[in-house]
């Protein structure tokens, strides 16, 4: 019995291994160009024409988290591309990972690769967006693949109407694996009659409060970095004030991997050399409390992430530092929106941006009838199904820690 036991488990794992290096190999094509290799002015082309915008897919941004970030590192792209005067002009572009890099299951379907924040969306030529997306389509075919998953893209966007037109005229249409929303930012609005209309007086009195009682502490001055030098000292304080709080004691503060520090002191710099990044401040005295990193893109805003000074938590730090992003946003006229790339019903920012966006993971099938897409679905479905009760477990577990400690 144990003889079979152990041929049984060898057999397995041959069979585990076997799935691997289907998943890993198969999509071994020409249509498939290695991140690094797609031409980065083409890229910044595009991008200043994109149909929708996501910051975290320009090519500064992007290109950083490729060459060094932590477990996003070494990714593929799908292209799309047409003849111009000026020779080949790039109309689409995403980058992709195989399903089994992205969720441990060996399917065959390529998956948007994670840009270290939650948006995903690829970049449409304005132009020509529909054309790009049947291209982006093709290309996944080309590669093998059955199917293309569009993880953390705006299901109401330019982009995801271009897919669904682009689908239609082959006899297909998506499918929604999943969707949440999330706060943004009407930054067309007069910030003090938004934050009025989101709080209320009551509640923006007791803010005032703080912001007096923080002011206790030394005259509050809130600042914006957008040169190198302003940039190279400001990201050194949110770096410090990121790896100082709860965020170091998870073991997520950037600073805290030496791949994911060198990928965000590449990407501010680059980003921020073309005007697609800022560095916001608030300090009380000489000491500040909180720092976040804000991306751009066309007419949008990114909060990508925020650091804090916990000795200061009375005086909700992170909040004050929002209410002067959201008047800094809400000022500046080539901003209309601002996503904050929160996750849904986050405590600070969904009381305070109290516009939604509609977020979700779609499955795009590449061919009519194909039979692996209801076994790609029910896998990926089965595979939340397994990990849901367990991240419901590990956030329990955390949050019974952290209140220990």
Not at 8 to 33: C, G, I, K, Y
Not at 214 to 220: D, K, V
Request: net charge positive.
């Amino acid at each position: 019995m144990v003889e079979i036991a152990n041929a049984a488990e060898a057999a397995t794992r041959r069979e585990m291994h076997f799935a691997r290096e289907s998943a890993n190999n198969h999509f071994a094509s020409d249509a498939l160009v290695p991140l690094h290799a797609v031409s980065a002015e083409r890229w910044r082309r595009l991008s200043d024409n994109a149909i929708e915008p996501n910051g975290y897919f320009l090519p500064e941004w992007e290109l950083a988290v490729n060459a060094t970030a932590q477990g996003r590192a070494n990714v593929s792209a799908i292209t799309a591309h047409v003849m111009a005067s000026e020779g080949q002009r790039l109309i689409g572009l995403l980058p992709v990972v195989s399903a089994w890099r992205a969720y441990g299951i060996p399917l065959p379907a390529l998956v948007s690769a994670d840009p270290y924040g939650t948006l995903a969306t690829p970049l449409l030529d304005r132009d020509r967006a529909d054309e790009a997306a049947a291209d982006l389509m093709q290309q996944a075919r080309n590669a093998g693949a059955h199917a293309l998953i569009l993880r953390d893209i705006a299901l109401d966007g330019a982009v995801m109407m271009a897919f669904t037109r682009a689908l239609a005229c082959r006899g297909l249409k998506t499918r929604l694996l999943q969707r949440h929303e999330r706060a943004s930012l009407d930054a067309t609005r007069n910030a003090d009659d938004l934050l009025r209309d989101a709080l209320g007086p009551k509640k923006l009195k007791e803010l005032r409060r703080q912001r007096n009682r923080l002011a206790e502490h030394g005259e509050l001055i809130f600042t914006i970095a957008t040169t190198p030098s302003e940039i190279k000292r400001d990201l050194a304080t949110f770096l410090t004030l990121e790896a100082s709080g709860w965020k170091a004691r998870r073991g997520t503060a950037l600073a805290q991997n030496e791949g994911d520090a060198t990928f965000i002191r590449r990407a501010v710099f680059d980003a921020a050399a073309r005007g697609n990044c800022e560095i916001v401040t608030l300090h009380a005295g000489e000491t500040p409390v909180a720092s976040g990193i804000v991306l751009r893109h066309l007419d949008r805003a990114f909060y990508f992430k925020l650091g804090v000074d916990e000795r200061f938590a009375k005086c909700s730090p992170g909040v004050q530092l929002t209410l002067d992003l959201t008047r800094h946003l809400c000022g500046d006229p080539a901003i209309a929106m601002a996503d904050s790339t929160a996750i849904p019903g986050h405590p600070m920012i969904d009381p305070i941006w109290r516009g939604r966006l509609a977020i979700g993971d779609v499955l795009i099938p590449l061919s009519r009838r194909d039979p692996f897409i209801p076994a790609i679905r029910s896998g990926l479905a089965l595979r939340t199904l397994v990990r849901e009760p367990v991240r419901r477990l590990v956030r329990t577990i955390r949050k019974l820690r952290e209140k220990r400690s």
